[in-house]
C-alpha cells in the first residue's frame, strides 16, 4: 500500500483570511452596525432628545436582543 502524504497547512491560510474577510463584511454591513455608525455621528444633544447617552448607544441598539 503507498502512502502520500500531503502539507494543506499553507493552503489553509488564505482560506482563513477569505473567511474572516467574509464574516467583517457581514458585520461592517448589518443593519445594528450602520444604526451605531449613525447614532455615533449625532450630537449629544440629539442623543438626550433620544433618551439616550454616548456610553448607553450599544446598549439602546441591542435592548431587544441581550441583556448588557
Known sequence: MAVT???IAGAGVPV????VSALARMVENH???RQ???LNKT???ELECRGVTRQE???H???D???I
Open 57 to 59: 448607544v450599544i446598549q
Open 5 to 7: 502524504h500531503v502539507n
Open 36 to 38: 451605531i455608525e449613525r
Open 43 to 45: 450630537s449629544d444633544a
Open 61 to 63: 441598539i441591542f435592548r
Open 16 to 19: 482563513l483570511g477569505h473567511v
Open 65 to 67: 436582543r441581550y441583556y
Open 31 to 33: 443593519p445594528r452596525m
